[in-house]
């Protein structure tokens, strides 16, 4: 080598050292939303619920009828170029309806998993951090909640209050709170052992501050995992409990409420069923999909 050249190699690892601490400093969630972005199933299920979401909160916009107007001059209308997915028995239009029904579902999906996220995460957090007599006294009760098969926890509660879909929504909030507790505090009892918290307490940080700003955002991942698949069995709860009558009532317009209505004219007026439920089928597997994708996002021991 000729010793007129300069040394190359200072340079080189200079540039290591800016990539390396480029990679160091790079948010977590920027990986997570990189490594979801590549996964195409993911992607799908993603845009397929935003694109759900959108046409609820715009139905009035992008709806092209009432879903409750009546027209007897189009009763049970096959699929066409003026009723694209056809008509009911009363001649109102089922593509509105549909969109329509998508705002009640989603709705009430959406608003009983915040909240018992919301509430289990907190019940996880005390329970997994201050444990002793505050963790086995709250798990007991959660054990006796969780003694109670969902399903059935939800029919007492909306046959106790009535039925309507504010009364589904308080039930899946109830049921499914404990789940989140549960889940959450596993997760608390292996962060709260970490180094950086035993440091946190060294230099005399609240308990609060300890769980609200160095526990919570390690476990955040892994509950935005488990909110996400709770969120199909959510929406099948909710269409489950207004086809049985006992949750959205006529006339409106909510996906279990339709497949329960269109069940009588399965046979001649197909569409009052097939559309409907085509909506909760896609609804829970964009859900799902997305779910799989967080997950092997968000996990680091399945990122490659």
């Given at each position: 080598?000729?010793?007129?050249?300069?040394?190359?190699?200072?340079?080189?690892?200079?540039?290591?050292?800016?990539?390396?601490?480029?990679?160091?400093?790079?948010?977590?969630?920027?990986?997570?939303?990189?490594?979801?972005?590549?996964?195409?199933?993911?992607?799908?299920?993603?845009?397929?619920?935003?694109?759900?979401?959108?046409?609820?909160?715009?139905?009035?916009?992008?709806?092209?009828?009432?879903?409750?107007?009546?027209?007897f001059q189009a009763l049970t209308q096959?699929?066409?170029?003026?009723?694209?997915?056809?008509?009911?028995?009363?001649?109102?239009?089922?593509l509105s309806r549909v969109i329509w029904?998508?705002?009640?579902?989603?709705?009430?999906?959406?608003?009983?998993?915040?909240?018992?996220?919301?509430?289990?995460?907190?019940?996880?957090?005390?329970?997994?951090?201050?444990?002793?007599?505050?963790?086995?006294?709250?798990?007991?009760?959660?054990?006796?909640?969780?003694?109670?098969?969902?399903?059935?926890?939800?029919?007492?509660?909306?046959?106790?209050?009535g039925p309507s879909l504010g009364t589904?929504?308080?039930?899946?909030?109830?049921?499914?709170?404990?789940?989140?507790?549960?889940?959450?505090?596993?997760?608390?009892?292996?962060?709260?052992?970490?180094?950086?918290?035993?440091?946190?307490?060294?230099?005399?940080?609240?308990?609060?501050?300890?769980?609200?700003?160095?526990?919570?955002?390690?476990?955040?991942?892994?509950?935005?995992?488990?909110?996400?698949?709770?969120?199909?069995?959510?929406?099948?709860?909710?269409?489950?409990?207004?086809?049985?009558?006992?949750?959205?009532?006529?006339?409106?317009?909510?996906?279990?409420?339709?497949?329960?209505?269109?069940?009588?004219?399965?046979?001649?007026?197909?569409?009052?069923?097939?559309?409907?439920?085509?909506?909760?089928?896609?609804?829970?597997?964009?859900?799902?999909?997305?779910?799989?994708?967080?997950?092997?996002?968000?996990?680091?021991?399945?990122?490659?």
């Amino acid at each position: 080598m000729n010793s007129n050249e300069p040394d190359q190699r200072p340079l080189e690892n200079d540039i290591e050292e800016i990539a390396w601490r480029k990679t160091r400093s790079e948010s977590q969630w920027r990986i997570a939303w990189r490594m979801l972005r590549r996964n195409p199933t993911a992607m799908f299920g993603l845009a397929g619920l935003v694109l759900l979401v959108v046409a609820a909160v715009t139905a009035p916009l992008v709806a092209p009828y009432d879903p409750v107007e009546m027209d007897f001059q189009a009763l049970t209308q096959a699929p066409s170029e003026i009723h694209l997915l056809g008509t009911d028995d009363l001649g109102r239009d089922v593509l509105s309806r549909v969109i329509w029904g998508g705002r009640e579902s989603l709705r009430v999906a959406l608003t009983a998993i915040l909240i018992a996220m919301l509430g289990g995460t907190a019940i996880g957090l005390v329970s997994g951090y201050f444990g002793g007599l505050v963790d086995s006294t709250m798990m007991r009760i959660t054990d006796i909640w969780l003694a109670f098969p969902t399903i059935l926890l939800v029919l007492a509660i909306v046959a106790t209050l009535g039925p309507s879909l504010g009364t589904v929504l308080f039930a899946l909030s109830i049921s499914a709170m404990p789940w989140f507790g549960r889940f959450v505090r596993g997760s608390v009892l292996a962060a709260k052992n970490f180094e950086y918290i035993t440091a946190a307490r060294v230099v005399g940080a609240r308990n609060h501050r300890i769980m609200l700003t160095h526990i919570l955002p390690n476990v955040l991942a892994p509950i935005i995992i488990y909110a996400t698949v709770g969120l199909g069995n959510a929406i099948m709860v909710t269409a489950g409990m207004s086809y049985l009558g006992l949750g959205a009532q006529p006339p409106s317009p909510e996906w279990g409420a339709m497949l329960n209505y269109g069940r009588n004219y399965i046979r001649d007026a197909w569409w009052m069923s097939a559309f409907p439920g085509f909506a909760i089928f896609l609804a829970v597997m964009c859900v799902n999909l997305l779910g799989d994708g967080l997950r092997d996002a968000l996990d680091p021991k399945l990122r490659v």
